[in-house]
């Protein structure tokens, strides 16, 4: 390195914070940006927590590019329960988080995997976001299509982009409906519903991960 050459910021300590909620302690940990020019926050599945490896590697690769990433635990998480309590018990364990996050000043982009999504679409307006992001957003239980949950993802009132691997049983990116100019949808070349890919998929684990979080981080420096 020269004398003349740019040092780049290191990056700041990951942070772990409760946050009361009327459900109880939610958590988050925070992989905070050097200079950060968004907050995204995204929470866990109803069958996962925050390790799951999508929301993982955007907490890694997304600070880099001037995107705090704050993983949500949800109070029934936190609590070391092992069912997931009803959507509206959900919600009121996630709005207090995102106005925590919100308080930062940032513009705030919420999100989150499977269930975490659907409460993301459900709260986005009420929490001030500007974004929405659904990570295989669970269209429908497996087997049933009849099922629909279209009308959450479709009322999120936000910007909002769905990731989606084809193998998904609660549904692929081809079952989604038409979707208004304010959503995208991104069909990935493989992957179930946790985005895992089989060995002999022409697509490898690695470059399907790099494909979720090059999309994830150009939308949401688009929307903010």
């Given at each position: ?7 780049a910021p ?100 919420v999100g ?113």
């Amino acid at each position: 390195m020269t004398a003349d050459e740019p040092v780049a910021p290191k990056p700041a300590a990951v942070t772990v914070e409760p946050v009361p909620t009327p459900a109880g302690d939610a958590r988050i940990t925070l992989h905070p940006a050097a200079a950060p020019r968004a907050v995204l926050a995204l929470g866990h599945g109803a069958g996962g927590g925050i390790e799951a490896r999508d929301l993982a590697a955007l907490a890694v690769a997304l600070p880099a590019r001037g995107v705090s990433v704050a993983l949500v635990e949800q109070p029934w998480r936190v609590a070391g329960r092992r069912v997931a309590p009803a959507p509206r018990t959900l919600d009121a364990g996630w709005l207090p988080v995102a106005a925590r996050l919100a308080g930062q000043g940032l513009p705030l982009v919420v999100g989150g995997r499977s269930a975490g999504a659907r409460v993301a679409c459900r709260t986005g307006a009420e929490s001030g976001a500007v974004g929405v992001l659904a990570l295989a957003f669970p269209l429908h239980p497996p087997g049933r299509p009849e099922r629909s949950r279209a009308g959450e993802l479709l009322g999120s009132g936000l910007p909002t982009l769905v990731v989606q691997g084809p193998k998904d049983p609660f549904g692929g990116p081809a079952e989604f409906p038409e979707l208004p100019a304010s959503h995208d949808l991104v069909a990935l070349p493989a992957g179930n519903h946790g985005f895992e890919v089989p060995k002999r998929s022409a697509t490898g684990q690695r470059e399907l991960l790099d494909l979720i979080v090059s999309a994830v981080g150009d939308w949401v420096l688009r929307v903010v």
